[in-house]
């Protein structure tokens, strides 16, 4: 991969405004004094399974176009790309510990299978990079706020 292209402005722009609610809400349950935390884990954990369930969906989209994607891969991928939104609502109804837990493990899952996506097909090159460096960032943000629930 050292030879893709740059990230295009625009996805890269839209990637990172995408992970400021991630950064934002999981220092502010550090920062913000403990009456706030419930608060702060409901919109993070929301904010989450919103996001989990739409990068579940480009496999989906990417699956109804793709012209040289055999028939047994569309399925496959149309299949996995429900996954993630039912992952993330089986998360919003575990203890809030357990539910940061499984949001960033279906993010890193997530990355995984986009991974194979682009090794058997020809996906935008930059693609990997930008899911790479988000979910980088997702993944301790949610881990942070697992430690912050768990902790008194």
Known sequence: MNND??????PLR??????????VLAGSLWAAPLDYRPL???WLS??????????GALHWGIAMVHRNMTESNRALFMTWSVVPAIAAWVALLLPETTR?????????????VDRELVRRYSITPWFLRLRGG?????????????????LP
């Open 5 to 10: 292209p740059q990230i295009p402005p625009l």
């Open 14 to 23: 839209l990637g990172a405004g995408g992970l400021v609610p991630f950064i």
């Open 40 to 42: 702060l884990l409901g």
């Open 46 to 55: 929301t904010y989450a399974a919103v996001i989990l369930s739409f990068i």
């Open 100 to 112: 940061f837990m499984v949001l960033a493990a279906a993010f890193a899952v997530n990355y995984a």
């Open 134 to 150: 988000l979910t980088a960032v997702v993944v301790p943000c949610l881990l942070l706020a697992a430690l912050r629930a768990f």
